[in-house]
């Protein structure tokens, strides 16, 4: 790294706000507490942050009920307006935030610079999105009256939100809630705070109202949500992360009955079938893999090609893993940065080890490499046993694992081996297997000769023990919205 870099990047750490935005404005935590936050690259401390407690929970939650009933009045117009000027702020200041995103994460720098474009996607789609909430207004089938429907806010809302995606997961979130009239918490990540304070900056210039939107960076995540979920003001939950804790949050959230959207742990299968176009599937599997490092809950977790061209996948899909150059993001030729802590490295070096240790080939990396920073490099196994781990369990690093099967119900059947549902990849030149596959594959999206399924305008969402709710498309704004019926004569 250059002195040059090295300045900068001192520069934009200096920049960002470090206490907590409560009410719209830095403060102290209640107890002066504060926590570290990592280069992953490194191992060293960047900043240190305000520690959110509870009682700074309640501030924020007592600034978002003041603010809720002007907010929700705001003509729709006027609140599209703040969230359009927030996408332009976002692109204005992307080489910052992909920068900021790159040094707290650890993801190749063209990763973060891909992040900022989608996740500033949210607040464009629904700046647009937030003057179309309709409701209908009919007579009633027994002509004894009409029927008016008429949406309007949930009220104020908590977001949790995961460390893989500082910005996208927090945009997705943040955009329907305010199109909506909601106001809104924010909880990120401990590992990942930083995106998410310089967010809430450019938000509040960008003209929101003061209590609107809060940010809660906090070490101790259930101590300060859970008096939230406890506290019947509150009427949404809204969370991405893992099955377990979401669980775990469904359950707290059940006493004030809340609606809740779960965006949850994912175990996507990638099937290839022998009459697809290698080539373009190699291209894919590689996006459906290697995005954000595999450290995204679409990535592909397994792979299974069908036995008659497993072997010349495998062979194209290790060449280009081969060209994956391990280092720290903000390098630029790096092509791979590190994992987000020592834990998860740890995972996924388990996970590649049980595979090893019941029969599966490595064909490519498989072992932590030495020196600083939470590495792991490229990896491909092969001939992947039915009772290895990583068939069962996310993954969540830069591991692709190959199975191969006969038939195209042997394909189906082992993608739908699994408890989540979230993504599915199908490679296939034939329209009728592609439609017949994605139908029968129990997810709640489906990529057909494609690697890449985000879209801000389409719906993000899984079945089974990945969720339930949608992020994005039309259909996001609604995790937002109450249905109310008014009879009239």
């Given amino acids: 790294m250059t002195e040059e870099q090295s300045r900068r990047e001192r520069e934009l750490i200096a920049s960002v706000p470090t206490k907590l935005w409560v009410g719209g404005e830095q403060v102290d935590a209640e107890n002066g507490a504060t926590f570290e936050v990592r280069d992953p690259s490194t191992g060293e401390v960047l900043t240190s942050v305000a520690d959110a407690s509870p009682a700074d929970a309640a501030r924020a939650l007592d600034a ?7 907010w929700a009045a705001t003509p729709a117009r006027e609140r599209g307006e703040i969230l359009r000027a927030v996408f332009e702020s976002i692109s204005a200041h992307a080489d910052d935030i992909a920068l900021l995103m790159t040094l707290e994460m650890g993801k190749a720098l063209a990763e973060s610079k891909a992040e900022v474009k989608y996740g500033g996607e949210f607040f464009r789609w629904f700046s647009e999105e937030a003057v179309r909430i309709a409701g209908r207004y009919t007579p009633a089938p027994a002509g004894n009256g009409r029927i008016l429907v ?39 990540a401990s590992e990942t705070p930083l995106t998410m304070l310089y967010l ?139 994992l987000i802590n020592s834990d998860q490295r740890d995972t996924v070096a388990e996970l590649v080890d049980d595979a090893a240790s019941k029969g599966a080939t490595v ?14 490099p490229a990896t491909v196994i092969t001939d992947v046993p039915g009772d290895a781990r990583i068939l069962a369990e996310e993954v969540f690093g830069p591991v692709l694992a190959v199975q191969g099967f006969e038939t195209e119900d042997d394909g189906i059947a082992a993608a739908n081996d699994t408890e989540f549902g979230l993504a599915s990849y199908i490679y296939t030149e034939s329209l009728d297997r592609a439609l017949r596959v994605a139908e029968a594959v129990e997810t709640g999206m489906v990529g057909v000769n494609r690697g890449v399924i985000s879209d801000a305008a389409a719906p993000f969402g899984g079945i089974k023990a ?21 009879a009239l004569p």
């Avoid at 978002?64 to 002007?70: D, E, H, S």
Wanted: proline share 7%.
């Fill in 200 to 338: 809430a900056k450019l938000i509040q210039d960008a003209g929101l109202p003061t209590g609107v939107l809060s940010v809660l960076p906090t070490s101790k995540s259930s101590a300060v949500t859970g008096p939230l979920l406890e506290d019947p003001r509150l009427r949404k939950l809204t969370f991405t992360g893992s099955t377990e804790v979401g669980r775990m949050l469904v359950e707290k959230s059940s006493a004030n009955l809340l609606r809740t959207s779960m965006e949850l742990g994912g175990n996507a299968p990638f099937v290839v079938f022998d009459d697809a176009d290698l080539d373009a599937a190699v291209e894919g599997a590689m996006l459906a893999k290697m995005r954000n490092g595999g450290e995204a809950c679409t990535a592909a977790n397994r792979f299974h090609v069908q036995n008659s061209v497993r072997e010349e996948f495998v062979a194209k899909v290790t060449e280009k893993m081969k060209d994956m150059t391990l280092g720290r993001g903000s390098d630029p030729d790096t092509k791979l940065g590190p």
């Fill in 363 to 376: 064909a490519l990396g498989g072992s932590v490499p030495d020196g600083p920073g939470w590495f792991y």
């Fill in 150 to 188: 008429t949406k309007q806010p949930v009220g104020p809302v908590l977001a949790i939100t995961p460390w893989n995606f500082p910005l996208a997961m927090g945009t997705r979130k943040i955009g329907p809630a305010l199109a909506a009239g909601c106001t809104i918490l924010v909880k990120p």
């Fill in 466 to 486: 990945s969720g339930f709710g949608r992020e994005g498309g039309s259909e996001g704004i609604e995790e937002y919205l109450e249905t109310k019926y008014i």
């Fill in 64 to 70: 978002a009920v003041a603010a809720q009933k002007g």
